[in-house]
């Protein structure tokens, strides 16, 4: 099949790639209302495409905020079914003027297509698409039953899509996912994310006086809703990266010894790590790798913090209201509900004297561990490392992408966490990018997979 395969991307490769910077020049960011007309763009697209890959069924389905995109093909009977998920919505590409590129004018340079949803999840997603389409012009059908759910809010937190799940359990079974929005771990590495850290995020507003009041003639008497708001947040974490919300540490799951150990045989140069991200120093809990750390440790960290003045010049005002929005990330066998009660704890607790304090949870999932010895995580593992010529690597991941945990809670089978992309895609930020030969290794990695596993080997 392999030799087939590659004869038929090469032969397709253009098209592929028009077809996706097609894709790509549509601004499709969800977070925007002005975008919204584009964003239905994008899932009409999606569909066409599923369509042209000949899927039986394909529909847009409106929701509440973005639409969805199903399709299916379920002619192999006693073959096992594989729902393949990925998502069409972008962040906004601002700051513009850091763009060596218009954002949704893909381009490529270096081998490498520049454009905003490149990697963060257009191109990555669009490789199930393509995968598809192949094995049915190769072969006339599909070596297993496949299942599509895209959906157009991952980036403003997938609501939609999580009530989908809930509701349509029955429709979506299957026997394992497909998800590709992760990313090797170094060029030429093939890799396998195995693990995701949850998210507990939540505004912390402290209020001191019912108004602002002048320092001067205040000052020294009244409290200072800031001020208490930067001690309380001080508390939150010792010099030495420990979290001081009480029980946080309580449920954590050390990871294996075998797979810590794993960790430190990957090509990894803290003093690299350090210098790229381009700090005096790295911090953390000491006698934890800094891998670990990253993936497999708990964190609490402050995003923002509002209040009082701050536009030119001076004004001396001691400010009634503060708000620090933060997050804790949270790993295997931490209770969201349990870190949130500890959260609301601390915040009583340790509130200055003179200060009002209010908690407000706005996000919270739970980690995510899949089991590295089920077949289809080995399937993939050997279709890897085969493709790339040296054994695969299993990482986990220190971000959360919620979906990962909906589908193992709901539909309670494993997610297979196969992406393309490299740490250096600058997600979210400007000149996203997506490396043109991992576009297509995915794309014969994602059929290969797909053909292994329905033989079952």
């Not at 010792?238 to 797979?259: A, F, K, M, R």
């Not at 030119?312 to 790993?331: H, W, Y």
């Not at 003179?354 to 999932?365: C, D, E």
Request: aromatic letters at 8%; one cysteine or more.
């Amino acid at each position: 099949m392999s030799d087939s395969l590659r004869q038929y991307l090469e032969s397709h490769r253009q098209r592929i790639l028009d077809e996706l910077f097609a894709f790509l020049r549509i601004p499709s960011v969800s977070t925007l209302p002005e975008h919204r007309t584009d964003v239905y763009k994008a899932a009409g697209f999606v569909a066409e495409s599923l369509q042209a890959a000949g899927m039986d069924r394909v529909e847009v389905i409106e929701t509440e905020g973005h639409p969805l995109v199903y399709g299916e093909w379920l002619r192999a009977p006693d073959k096992p079914t594989v729902l393949c998920y990925g998502h069409y919505d972008v962040q906004p590409p601002d700051p513009l003027e850091e763009w060596t590129s218009p954002p949704f004018e893909p381009v490529i340079r270096d081998g490498k297509i520049y454009a905003r949803g490149a990697s963060d999840d257009k191109g990555q997603m669009y490789m199930h698409i393509k995968a598809v389409e192949a094995l049915r012009a190769i072969h006339g059908s599909l070596p297993v039953n496949v299942k599509f759910l895209i959906e157009g809010e991952e980036e403003i937190g997938g609501a939609s899509i999580r009530r989908y799940l809930h509701d349509h359990r029955e429709q979506l079974r299957a026997d394992a996912a497909l998800v590709s929005d992760t990313e090797l771990f170094a060029p030429g590495i093939p890799t396998l994310c195995t693990g995701l850290r949850g998210l507990l995020y939540a505004e912390i507003e402290a209020e001191g006086a019912s108004h602002d009041l002048h320092s001067g003639t205040y000052g020294g008497a009244a409290p200072n809703a800031l001020f208490g708001l930067v001690q309380l947040l001080a508390e939150a974490k010792s010099p030495d990266g420990v979290i001081q919300l009480p029980g946080v540490y309580d449920d954590v799951e050390v990871p294996s010894e075998e797979e810590r150990e794993s960790w430190r045989q990957l090509p990894f140069d803290e003093e690299v790590f350090r210098q790229e991200i381009g700090a005096p120093a790295l911090v953390g809990e000491e006698g934890f790798h800094v891998l670990e750390r990253l993936w497999a440790r708990p964190t609490f960290e402050v995003h923002g913090i509002a209040g009082g003045f701050t536009g030119p010049g001076s004004k001396t005002v001691i400010p009634a209201r503060a708000t620090a929005k933060v997050s804790l990330r949270l790993v295997p066998r931490q209770d969201p509900e349990k870190v949130r009660q500890a959260l609301e704890r601390f915040v009583a607790e340790r509130t200055p004297k003179g200060i009002r304090t209010q908690v407000r949870v706005t996000a919270a999932s739970p980690a995510v561990l899949i089991d590295r010895r089920h077949p289809a995580i080995q399937i993939a593992a050997q279709v890897l490392g085969e493709l790339f010529g040296r054994p695969t690597v299993f990482t986990r991941a220190g971000g959360s992408v919620p979906i990962v945990g909906q589908i193992t809670q709901e539909l309670g089978i494993p997610v297979v966490m196969m992406g393309f992309g490299l740490p250096d895609d600058c997600l979210h930020a400007p000149n996203e990018k997506f490396n043109v030969e991992n576009l297509f290794l995915g794309i014969e990695a994602v059929a290969r997979f797909l053909e292994r596993y329905g033989a079952g080997r």
